[in-house]
T-cell receptor
């Protein structure tokens, strides 16, 4: 059973194109995230949604637009792709708790290469 | 300056060695500290977390946090080739916004 799934796993595209990455979680979690991991393995949060509402929006170019149609899905659309967008994009989900650490569960990643 | 600093390695040890992985952080408001393990071409998975200062042990793994020196450590005893992965430390104030270190790539040689 895949807890957090992402499609596609690999994405190779030309500069200037628009692309989308989809994420789904079957854990019943309320919160979902998008992270970007660069070639040096540095993992940085981009966005977070809680129950379809945007709660974290880091300094990310507005070419990146997340959309959450329901709390089990969080998609990432990227306009006018640039070379620097090449990275691995991870989706994650968690269930907020009271007074306890919420574990974030990560998907397998989408490897984006912009040529 | 990054909020969480971690030596990226790579670190190579023989099987059975004790491994020490370390991070420092600058945000005094961090309350929770995590270690994630990431195998090649996979997503990170939570290995351990600690709240505030102290130690936590789970099998061969021990996590330590010293808030006075803003130092986070992960020790792996009797390391195995299956422990070869990238280890990411992270800190957070509340739980949702994780700030990760750069990750340390570990190889355990049989």
């Amino acid at each position: 059973d895949t807890a957090v799934s992402q499609t596609p796993k690999y994405l190779v595209t030309q500069m200037g194109n628009d692309k989308s990455i989809k994420c789904e979680q079957n854990l019943g979690h309320d919160t979902m995230y998008w992270y970007k991991q660069d070639s040096k393995k540095f993992l940085k949060i981009m966005f977070s949604y809680n129950n379809k509402e945007l709660i974290i929006n880091e300094t990310v170019p507005n070419r990146f637009s997340p959309k959450s149609p329901d709390k089990a899905h969080l998609n990432l659309h990227i306009n006018s792709l640039e070379l620097g967008d090449s990275a691995v994009y991870f989706c994650a989900s968690s269930q907020p708790g009271r007074g306890t650490q919420e574990t974030q569960y990560f998907g397998p990643g989408t490897r984006l290469l912009v040529l | 300056q990054k909020e969480v600093e971690q030596d990226p390695g790579p670190l190579s040890v023989p099987e059975g060695a004790i491994v020490s992985l370390n991070c420092t952080y600058s945000n005094s408001a961090f309350q929770y500290f995590m270690w994630y393990r990431q195998y090649s071409r996979k997503g990170p998975e939570l290995l351990m977390y600690t709240y505030s200062s102290g130690n936590k042990e789970d099998g061969r793994f021990t996590a330590q946090v010293d808030k006075s020196s803003k130092y986070i450590s992960l020790f792996i005893r009797d390391s195995q080739p299956s422990d070869s992965a990238t280890y990411l430390c992270a800190g957070t104030v509340s739980g949702s916004r994780l700030t990760f270190g750069e990750g340390t790539q570990l190889t355990v040689n049989p």
